[in-house]
Antibody, heavy 117, light 107 residues
């Protein structure tokens, strides 16, 4: 069974840092591109970052470029978040991407990041 | 960036009705259009990818069509579990933008 489990969320002060993790199981993680998507409270979905299966291709939303870093290792996806702002407050989801269509076919349950003083 | 515009933003319907949600891209995205369903407090669920391909396990009452800039999601014979928020997303190019969502409510 495919499973994605995020962790690492919490309350952090503006300007602080957090590292989110997404533990993958039930599939060959190294064969899939992955996404981070976030959702601010009461708002819609926002794509944050993508990483290719071999980490060769990495992309970021302008809103997080220069502050967030996506990475992966054998069975986990990460999002290092620095210089956090109040507007980064959201539930962060990791998602596995279908190879050709690049749609998120499996999603984690999400982890809440709250940036507040 | 490619802008994705969904309409309507909200919709009221009854069990058994058929509804259509539209999604328009600000430029051509070929068929790189995906539809998701989200129930409050839950992660999004993929319904349709590549504009018209039904994800495995999704009921056949869901269907998608379109290419280029104009796309539709149709739900025929609404069931109680279908009342949720629906999002389109383009995966043609980064940033992989989402529409603003369509909230489907029970009339």
């Amino acid at each position: 069974e495919v499973q994605l489990v995020e962790s690492g969320g919490g309350l952090v002060k503006p300007g602080g840092s957090l590292r989110l993790s997404c533990a993958a199981s039930g599939f060959t993680f190294s064969s899939y591109n992955m996404n981070w998507v976030r959702q601010a409270p009461g708002k819609g979905l926002e794509w944050v970052s993508s990483i290719s299966s071999s980490s060769t291709y990495i992309y970021y939303a302008d809103s997080v470029k220069g502050r967030f870093t996506i990475s992966r290792d054998k069975n986990s996806l990460y999002l290092q978040m620095n210089s956090l702002r109040a507007e980064d407050t959201a539930v962060y989801y990791c998602a596995r991407l279908l190879t050709a269509a690049r749609a998120g076919d499996y999603w984690g349950q999400g982890t809440l990041v709250t940036v507040s003083s | 960036d490619i802008q994705m515009t969904q309409s309507p933003s909200s919709l009221s319907a009854s069990v058994g009705d058929s509804v259509t949600i539209t999604c328009r891209a600000s430029q051509s995205i070929s068929s790189y259009l995906n539809w998701y369903q989200q129930i409050p407090g839950k992660a999004p669920k993929l319904l349709i990818y590549a504009a018209s391909t039904l994800e495995s396990g999704v009921p056949s009452r869901f269907s998608g069509s379109g290419s280029g800039t104009d796309f539709t999601l149709t739900i025929s014979s609404l069931q109680p579990e279908d009342f949720a928020t629906y999002y389109c997303q383009q995966s043609y190019t980064t940033p992989n933008t989402f529409g603003q969502g369509t909230k489907l409510e029970i009339k």
